[in-house]
């Protein structure tokens, strides 16, 4: 049943929000990052709020990224376009897949391919790039993955509106650390790249077949409030929040280090510890799968 005009113009406005007052806000969030700092940003934007309560979807997305790199300044942008299908299709066209984590990554995707990294599934469009890197990588969280150079250049990740559970930095921490609850599984395949497919041998920790093997609870969000490492911000009608990429590493790396299971769920310990006693760790593609 369609939603009559009226009805639809007062959900616009309910939701708006002063697009000068979201630019101040974020602008104010963004403002003791040194110049050149990457900000990679997970978003729920609905929680936030309309920029000037715009009833056009095409239009509002333009208006959050117009925002985003007005408050950034002179520091790259990065939106998250991930695509779920190459373990499935092997084929990854960055001008065509579609973002699969809701309007924004479509929109970037539609309008700003260009400017799309060339890794499959884990991509982003970058705005405002001055050196990162587009091009395609095997391992998406490896020592050579565009997650490296954020944690090299020390990183902002920033959770718009979002929860902790949309951080996929926590990969690249997997990854450092080689944890034993994933294990690494190859999917060759192909990329297309002005016009011509190019094999990659494409690979990355897959979690267990198995319901609640790897099932994330708070991903270190307490540690890091303790250790005055997560800044936390009201812009619009919603929540931001922000850490730097090296103090994640640091911290909740440095937890993991001492207990491998601390960003899982109890209930999903409980599985893993039994994988452990039933197949041994690490877990590995021969003993899953």
């Known amino acids: 049943m369609a939603i009559p ?7 616009w406005e309910r939701f708006a929000v002063p697009r000068q007052g979201l630019s101040a806000e974020l602008a104010a969030l ?42 950034a ?5 990065l939106l998250p376009t991930f695509n779920y299908d190459f373990p499935r299709t092997r084929l990854f066209d960055p001008a065509r897949d579609p973002g699969q984590i809701g309007a924004l990554s479509r929109h970037c995707v539609e ?5 799309r990294t060339r890794t499959p599934i884990f991509n982003f469009c970058v705005f405002g790039n001055d050196d990162l890197p587009l091009a395609a990588e095997a391992e998406p969280f490896g020592p050579e993955s565009l997650f490296a150079t954020l944690h090299e250049r020390n990183a902002a990740i920033l959770f718009l509106g979002a929860d902790m559970i ?7 921490v997997e990854e450092r650390l080689d944890i034993g609850y994933r294990y690494v599984k190859p999917f060759p395949g192909e990329i297309i790249e002005d016009g011509e497919r190019r094999p990659i ?27 005055g490492k997560l800044q936390i911000a009201a812009i619009g009608h919603g929540t931001a929040m922000m850490f730097r990429a090296r103090d994640y590493v640091d911290l909740i790396g440095g937890r993991m280090q001492d207990d491998e299971l601390y960003v899982l769920t109890p209930s999903s310990r409980a599985v893993i510890e039994e994988l452990y006693r039933r197949h041994g760790r690490p877990l590995t593609l021969g003993k899953m799968e």
């Open 201 to 227: 041998d494409f690979r990355y920790r897959v979690r267990p077949r198995i319901d609640g093997a790897v099932a994330y609870g708070d991903l270190g969000r307490p540690l890091l409030q303790e250790a």
């Open 5 to 11: 005009g009226a009805a639809m113009r007062s959900i």
């Open 166 to 172: 949309a951080n996929t930095f926590i990969h690249y």
């Open 30 to 71: 963004f403002s003791p990052l040194p110049p050149g700092t990457p900000i990679l940003v997970h978003s729920d934007l609905l929680r936030i709020g309309i920029p000037d309560g715009l009833t056009e979807p095409e239009a509002q997305c333009e208006a959050w990224i117009a925002l985003l790199m007005e408050a």
């Open 73 to 77: 300044g002179n520091r790259p942008v």
């Open 111 to 115: 309008h700003h391919a260009a400017l």
